[in-house]
């Protein structure tokens, strides 16, 4: 009999924090009271969400113990969680590869990290063109940069926003990612930005670069016109 490889700490955490945002959609898609009351904290501080206390604070980990920062992560998340419309909440493709727990053996490598918010900006843009609504370039990359740019407070005043926009034009949120980069954000600004925008980038770079391929072939198909 195998057993499950669970010894390394970023998937055991990641793990966890998938844990947390699948409950809180999960109450929200069930329950909608619960979600009136997780959505009535969005932008704003930990003590002046009573309403939130019941769902949150009992799921909070170390025993509720955590620092300050962390706990308003937590918070904050949920409360965007809830503000979607209610029709929206599914399992994120990053979150459904976790159920695929690796066995002793097995070359593929669990999920320790999930999609980065820059990449969520760059789908924005790449996949929104012929809806109802689109982000254009120019608005994802200046959204984009105006949060890298923010100390924690800024953040969490201008993430709901730009979450919310990012909903609005049908693009998923990997919310435990999100989470986890709230969480570090005091420590580790520097680094999560970074990634963000190699992500953004990166991602633009490839659908451009598909793009042109493809009307490449397009073009090699098409057959001349008669003479």
């Known amino acids: 009999m195998t057993e499950t490889v ?7 955490r990641r793990r966890r924090l998938v844990d947390y945002t699948r409950e809180i ?42 620092p300050e920062s962390e706990q308003r992560a937590y918070y904050a998340v949920a409360a965007m969680i809830a503000a979607q419309p209610r029709s929206t909440f599914t399992v994120h493709d990053a979150e459904q590869q976790l159920d695929e727990a690796p066995q002793a053996g097995d070359p593929t490598p669990a999920v320790r990290y ?17 809806r109802e609504r689109e ?6 990359e200046s959204r ?22 990012l909903r609005d034009v049908d ?9 986890a980069d709230l969480i570090a954000w005091p420590a580790q600004s520097g680094r999560i930005s970074r990634r963000w925008l190699q992500d953004y980038y990166r991602q633009r770079t490839q659908s451009l670069r598909d793009q042109a391929n493809k009307a490449d072939q397009d073009g090699a198909e098409t057959p001349s016109p008669a003479t």
Not at 6 to 12: E, F, K, L, R, S
Not at 32 to 44: K, Q, V
Not at 45 to 55: E, K, L, N, S
């Open 144 to 165: 984009l940069n105006l949060l890298t740019r923010q100390s924690l407070n800024g953040l969490h005043r201008h993430l709901p926003a730009a979450v919310g926009y």
């Open 135 to 140: 982000m254009r370039e120019s608005t994802a």
């Open 6 to 12: 669970t010894d390394d700490p970023a998937i055991t």
């Open 25 to 66: 959609e999960k109450l929200c898609r069930d329950d909608p009271g619960a979600r009136i009351a997780l959505r009535s904290g969005l932008r704003r501080g930990m003590d002046d969400v009573p309403r939130m206390h019941r769902f949150v604070s009992p799921r909070l980990p170390h025993n509720r113990r955590a």
């Open 114 to 130: 999930g999609t980065s918010l820059g990449l969520a900006f760059a789908l924005a843009v790449t996949e929104s063109p012929g």
């Open 171 to 179: 693009v998923p949120i990997d919310w435990a990612q999100l989470l």
